[in-house]
């Protein structure tokens, strides 16, 4: 259940911010319209609101189907996880591919449009100018951002908790916190290397006013900085409630959870809420411009993504949100990037789907030899020998205790591999939940708990093992 709702707001939040990203294509901002330069007059012309309606009713459509689709879906959590992955998956990817085909669609018939009604007439090749530098603005923000010795604040945070008297112990008997721990510490590292990236672009050019090119890049380059820090340090701070759940000796305690899961909701609500913050401050400073510069490359563009082979740069801003970059698809090495990065992601999620599926649907098994026994699953197998049964039982339900997951699956439907209980200690599951009786297998490092769905299975099992 807490899984399908955090799922249901994960959707939430994604078609949301999609929607107030991508709907602001309408309007006319910085000389341009669905990512095409155009006159601000044409914004009033017949065909060009008809492309607006058009453009505005197709979305408002797609997104309320999709917001109740993906709502949906969500619930097939409840039933098989592996069928909910699947079907969320062919969600998810034809939400984007919908979203972003109709954006492409329309900036292309505009593209045509411009073409037709010959706007922004081309020049020649000697005169063509398709980029610009400011240097002045160049030379003022290059000490703009955030200073990257600032990153070092995350990771005291983080490791903050370590210094605490009995932590290192709890964690060794919790080893599984230390995966969090290196997630966290994963996460500090890859907002320090996106912020690298984004101090080290290039200014973009809105003016011919250096004041003004200074002050957007400033914004943009500060605020973004900022963001990236404060994610950071919120991704940090997500540690001390794990910390906090180990010393206190609840382990997995809900309460302490729902902190970890709050901080870390918290380092992405940061950056969401900093490009709406960006974009309405760049908008006010972009009005009081009395001589905008539009850098006509269009013809670049107009695919919908960018392809230009003259251009060194590989990695460009992305015309349709400020905020992101994207592949200079004109060079071969964004060809490779952008083929390698599609091919690896599908890859991983049939891997992945395929795996969820073997877990799902393979019947546990149980193979009883003279001198040893083997369990089999669709998530993990173990065997020992008879000699380490220290005790066994059959069960009408689990044991009253707090299982958590330490590896393994655990669905609402299953419990499958490595799972740690407050009184029984280290277990090996392998129980469909809601089926009875559980034979219970002690053995000095851990129990085991297992049962079938075939009736009579788990007797027969008590039965071979009792002889």
């Known amino acids: 259940m807490i899984v399908t709702i955090i799922m249901i707001l994960t959707d939430?939040?994604?078609?949301?911010?999609?929607?107030?990203?991508?709907?602001?294509?309408?309007?006319?901002?910085?000389?341009?319209?669905?990512?095409?330069?155009?006159?601000?007059?044409?914004?009033?012309?017949?065909?060009?609101?008809?492309?607006?309606?058009?453009?505005?009713?197709?979305?408002k459509a797609f997104y309320r189907w999709h917001f109740a689709i993906g709502?949906?879906?969500?619930?097939?959590?409840?039933?098989?996880?592996?069928?909910?992955?699947?079907?969320?998956?062919?969600?998810?990817?034809?939400?984007?591919?919908?979203?972003?085909?109709?954006?492409?669609?329309?900036?292309?018939?505009?593209?045509?449009?411009?073409?037709?009604?010959?706007?922004?007439?081309?020049?020649?090749?000697?005169?063509?100018?398709?980029?610009?530098?400011?240097?002045?603005?160049?030379?003022?923000?290059?000490?703009?951002?955030?200073?990257?010795?600032?990153?070092?604040?995350?990771?005291?945070?983080?490791?903050?908790?370590?210094?605490?008297?009995?932590?290192?112990?709890?964690?060794?008997?919790?080893?599984?916190?230390?995966?969090?721990?290196?997630?966290?510490?994963?996460?500090?590292?890859?907002?320090?290397?996106?912020?690298?990236?984004?101090?080290?672009?290039?200014?973009?050019?809105?003016?011919?006013?250096?004041?003004?090119?200074?002050?957007?890049?400033?914004?943009?380059?500060?605020?973004?900085?900022?963001?990236?820090?404060?994610?950071?340090?919120?991704?940090?701070?997500?540690?001390?409630?794990?910390?906090?759940?180990?010393?206190?000796?609840?382990?997995?305690?809900?309460?302490?959870?729902?902190?970890?899961?709050?901080?870390?909701?918290?380092?992405?609500?940061?950056m969401i809420v900093l490009f709406f913050i960006i974009r309405r401050r760049k908008e006010a400073l972009l009005k009081q411009d009395t001589a905008p510069m539009y850098i006509d490359d269009d013809y670049y563009w107009r695919n919908g993504w960018y392809s230009n082979p003259d251009d060194r740069r590989l990695f460009i801003q992305d015309r349709y949100s400020s905020m992101n970059y994207t592949?200079?698809?004109?060079?071969?090495?964004?060809?490779?990037?952008?083929?390698?990065?599609?091919?690896?992601?599908?890859?991983?999620?049939?891997?992945?789907?395929l795996w969820l599926l073997k877990i799902d649907f393979t019947p546990v098994r149980m193979q009883v030899t003279d001198n040893t026994v083997a369990i089999t699953s669709g998530y993990s197998n173990i065997s020992f020998d008879r000699d380490e049964i220290e005790d066994m039982q059959l069960l009408d339900a689990l044991p009253d205790d707090n299982f958590y997951k330490v590896n393994g699956s655990a669905d609402g439907k299953q419990y499958l591999g490595k799972f740690k209980g407050k009184e029984a200690g280290k277990c090996q599951m392998y129980v469909t939940l809601d089926v009875t009786p559980i034979l219970e297998i002690k053995m000095p490092e851990y129990t085991v708990f297992i049962n079938s769905q075939e009736e009579g299975k788990a007797e027969k099992w008590y039965q071979e093992l009792k002889q």
């Open 327 to 353: 592949v200079n698809l004109g060079r071969t090495a964004g060809k490779v990037i952008t083929g390698i990065t599609y091919g690896l992601l599908i890859v991983m999620m049939a891997v992945f789907c």
């Open 12 to 59: 939430w939040l994604m078609v949301g911010v999609t929607k107030l990203v991508y709907s602001c294509k309408v309007a006319y901002r910085q000389g341009m319209l669905f990512g095409v330069h155009v006159p601000e007059k044409a914004s009033e012309l017949p065909e060009v609101k008809t492309m607006i309606e058009k453009y505005q009713s197709w979305m």
């Open 71 to 270: 709502t949906v879906i969500c619930f097939l959590g409840m039933w098989y996880m592996s069928i909910f992955v699947i079907a969320w998956t062919v969600w998810m990817t034809a939400f984007f591919i919908g979203v972003m085909g109709k954006v492409w669609q329309t900036h292309r018939h505009m593209y045509e449009l411009k073409m037709q009604k010959g706007w922004y007439e081309a020049t020649s090749e000697e005169e063509q100018v398709t980029s610009a530098v400011d240097t002045k603005t160049a030379a003022r923000t290059a000490q703009m951002a955030v200073p990257m010795i600032c990153h070092a604040l995350p990771l005291i945070v983080l490791c903050g908790p370590l210094v605490i008297p009995g932590l290192w112990h709890a964690m060794a008997i919790n080893s599984e916190s230390w995966i969090i721990f290196v997630c966290c510490l994963l996460v500090c590292g890859c907002l320090l290397g996106v912020a690298l990236f984004y101090d080290k672009m290039g200014n973009k050019i809105y003016s011919e006013h250096s004041d003004i090119n200074f002050q957007v890049n400033c914004l943009e380059k500060r605020m973004t900085s900022v963001g990236f820090l404060a994610s950071s340090i919120c991704n940090s701070l997500a540690f001390w409630p794990i910390a906090g759940t180990l010393l206190s000796g609840k382990w997995m305690d809900w309460s302490w959870l729902g902190l970890y899961a709050l901080f870390e909701s918290a380092a992405g609500i940061v």
